[in-house]
């Protein structure tokens, strides 16, 4: 297939046995990509921090080149969903039918794989413009790392690539990502009695239920065609209330997930929920609910005619297209660069027992990459 592809695959199998579970720390992995770009001329700077349960996390920023800003970032997160237990592999790459098996494998170790031997080969040539490889910590749980970076203004590059499974298909937009927690509160009584007490979670549903109108109807009124679906879609995906079946429940709470289009306002979901809280208490004056936004990620859209879109384009032999889940895009254009998905291996593998990448895609992809590092570091 390829001669690069022993060395690919090597990279790979030592990326996926160190266990970078979000829960987990990722110095293991920074450790081991540090080295290796570091004896490839690269300086490295880490970013530290402590997320949330307490552990450890670190961002890499490695550069190769003296300027400010770089020409290129190739950016890659290092963490990953959890795997089943009784997947005994999941932390040794195995092979098979051309494929290639582990956790993270797909998303997005195959990508990180790649970056280091593009990043490293050792007949690169002297960098007319720097180049950054940067590993962030914990996307798979709300693009934290990534965030973080953007706050130190760590990063910044006028063109980046960044590591997703895309099939090898440059992408140029995303949908954003946004969360909220809602709680409705009612009066708790006996069953027998309703008329003591008011149940959370009929409330619960009158909310809902205009929740759904708005996301069937105004919500779908501002489009973007280069999206499928063309408007911001809502969700609600987990709900629970009540104590036992013979009481009125006091409370109930829901999640809502909403994914705006790009240029549409993180806030005017909050704003129409807002607006239906107001609504419910002119009717009811007891109605009580409180809404939480607890995550709120814009979507991106990078011109069709940038120069690393149409670059992309043209070493994969794909068009750009656009998806509805989140990347880094967002915090890689935060820091001012023309930012671009794309990945060896497929999303629909991605986050499941048997995750897999072909082979053909990270030969194809370090190849890719490579060419995108002469083209925008040595102007050829």
Excluded at 118 to 142: C, F, H, Q, S, Y
Excluded at 236 to 252: D, E, T, Y
Aim: net charge negative; aromatic share 6%.
């Amino acid at each position: 297939m390829s001669d690069t592809l022993p060395a690919l695959r090597a990279t790979l199998a030592e990326l996926v046995a160190l266990d970078t579970t979000s829960s987990r720390p990722n110095a293991p992995l920074i450790d081991y990509a540090q080295a290796k770009l570091e004896a490839a001329g690269f300086s490295a700077e880490r970013q530290h921090y402590t997320d949330d349960a307490g552990v450890a996390k670190v961002n890499l920023v490695a550069r190769k080149g003296d300027a400010d800003r770089a020409a290129l970032a190739l950016v890659g997160h290092s963490d990953c969903v959890p795997y089943d237990k009784a997947w005994t592999d999941a932390l040794r790459l195995t092979e098979r039918d051309g494929k290639l098996y582990g956790r993270g494998a797909c998303d997005t170790k195959g990508f990180i794989a790649c970056a280091l031997h593009a990043a490293t080969r050792k007949d690169l040539p002297a960098l007319d413009a720097p180049l950054l490889v940067i590993l962030t910590a914990d996307e798979e749980v709300g693009l934290v790392g990534a965030k973080k970076l953007v706050s130190a203004g760590l990063g910044r590059a006028r063109h980046a690539i960044v590591g997703e499974p895309t099939r090898l298909i440059p992408v140029r937009a995303n949908k954003g990502y946004c969360l909220a927690e809602v709680e409705v509160l009612g009066k708790e009584g006996h069953s027998a009695y309703p008329e003591l007490g008011a149940s959370a979670i009929f409330r619960a549903g009158r909310f809902l239920h205009r929740l759904e109108t708005i996301a069937n109807t105004v919500l779908r009124e501002d489009r973007d065609e280069g999206f499928q679906p063309p408007f911001t879609t809502v969700n609600v995906g987990l709900i629970q209330g009540g104590k036992a079946k013979n009481v009125l429940p006091g409370s109930c709470r829901f999640t809502v997930e909403w994914r705006p289009i790009p240029g549409q306002a993180a806030e005017h979901v909050p704003a129409l929920m807002e607006q239906i809280r107001q609504e419910l208490v002119r009717d009811e004056p007891a109605y009580e609910a409180r809404i939480h936004v607890l995550r709120m990620d814009r979507g991106v859209h990078t011109r069709g005619d940038a120069d690393v879109v149409r670059f992309l384009e043209e070493v994969s032999g794909n068009a750009s297209e656009t998806v509805s889940f989140g990347t880094e895009a967002p915090q890689l254009t935060e820091l001012g660069a023309e930012a671009v998905v794309f990945g060896p291996g497929d999303i629909r593998v991605a986050h499941q027992t048997g995750e897999y990448v072909p082979m053909e895609d990270l030969v194809r992809c370090e190849a890719a990459l490579t060419r995108a590092v002469a083209r925008f570091c040595n102007g050829r």
